[in-house]
């Protein structure tokens, strides 16, 4: 009982955020600089982990953010509400991710001490999950570190990231729990160790 009753808090408080941030869309179309501060502040985190985890370099994600917002202020206009604004969001992040990787035509291996600002600048998340996500992000491979960001970082469902990443939602569950698998079997040998 006491499950259903989170879960249904969990997703009641989601629906209250991406209707907040539907407001902010709404209101930068009419150019307000203030909807669009108060958009970028709350969701640039989750973006750039997730440029982050594409790029893997941090000058190409900084790069991407950058772009992202431009696009996001300029397509403000055209934005039709169907209750997932971050999922929109980080579509137009993943869009310029490939357009980076294309015409850069490389990736670079993400220093461990990215992820660890990256993680320590969060606010939404727990001091312990920093340090979990932090070991986790060492030990997966590209797409599951793409799963985990965006679902950890930017608090985004299963199914969403599975549409943004073309991928069903099986697989997204799939890899998510492998990533939590490998995890758990990492934290199990370092707790025999001391």
Same mark, same amino acid.
């Given at each position: 009982?006491?499950?259903?009753?989170?879960?249904?808090?969990?997703?009641?408080?989601?629906?209250?955020?991406?209707?907040?941030?539907?407001?902010?869309?709404?209101?930068?179309?009419?150019?307000?600089?203030?909807?669009?501060?108060?958009?970028?502040?709350?969701?640039?985190? !989750?973006?750039?982990?997730?440029?982050?985890?594409? %790029?893997?370099?941090?000058?190409?994600?900084?790069?991407?953010?950058?772009?992202?917002?431009?696009?996001?202020?300029?397509?403000?206009?055209?934005?039709?509400?169907? !209750?997932?604004?971050?999922? $929109?969001?980080?579509?137009?992040?993943?869009?310029?991710?490939?357009?980076?990787?294309?015409?850069?035509?490389?990736?670079?291996? %993400?220093?461990?001490?990215? $992820?660890?600002?990256?993680?320590?600048?969060?606010?939404?998340?727990?001091?312990?999950?920093?340090?979990?996500?932090?070991?986790?992000?060492?030990?997966?491979?590209?797409?599951?570190?793409?799963?985990?960001?965006?679902?950890?970082?930017? !608090?985004?469902?299963?199914?969403?990231?599975?549409?943004?990443?073309?991928?069903?939602?099986?697989?997204?569950?799939?890899?998510?729990?492998?990533? %939590?698998?490998?995890?758990?079997?990492?934290?199990?040998?370092?707790?025999?160790?001391?």
């Amino acid at each position: 009982m006491l499950f259903i009753c989170l879960t249904s808090a969990n997703e009641y408080s989601e629906t209250i955020e991406s209707r907040q941030l539907e407001i902010y869309i709404a209101q930068i179309a009419q150019n307000d600089s203030a909807a669009f501060e108060q958009l970028y502040q709350k969701t640039s985190p !989750g973006i750039y982990s997730y440029a982050l985890s594409i %790029l893997k370099n941090p000058h190409d994600a900084e790069d991407v953010l950058h772009d992202c917002y431009i696009s996001i202020h300029s397509a403000a206009v055209n934005y039709r509400s169907e !209750g997932k604004p971050m999922a $929109w969001m980080v579509t137009i992040a993943r869009n310029h991710c490939l357009q980076k990787l294309r015409s850069r035509r490389k990736t670079a291996e %993400l220093p461990e001490e990215e $992820w660890e600002n990256l993680l320590s600048d969060s606010n939404s998340i727990a001091s312990e999950d920093k340090l979990v996500l932090a070991a986790c992000m060492k030990l997966l491979t590209d797409e599951e570190r793409q799963i985990v960001a965006l679902h950890a970082v930017s !608090g985004m469902k299963h199914r969403e990231i599975a549409e943004i990443m073309s991928l069903p939602l099986p697989t997204v569950l799939s890899k998510y729990h492998r990533a %939590l698998k490998k995890l758990k079997n990492i934290l199990k040998k370092g707790e025999q160790q001391v």
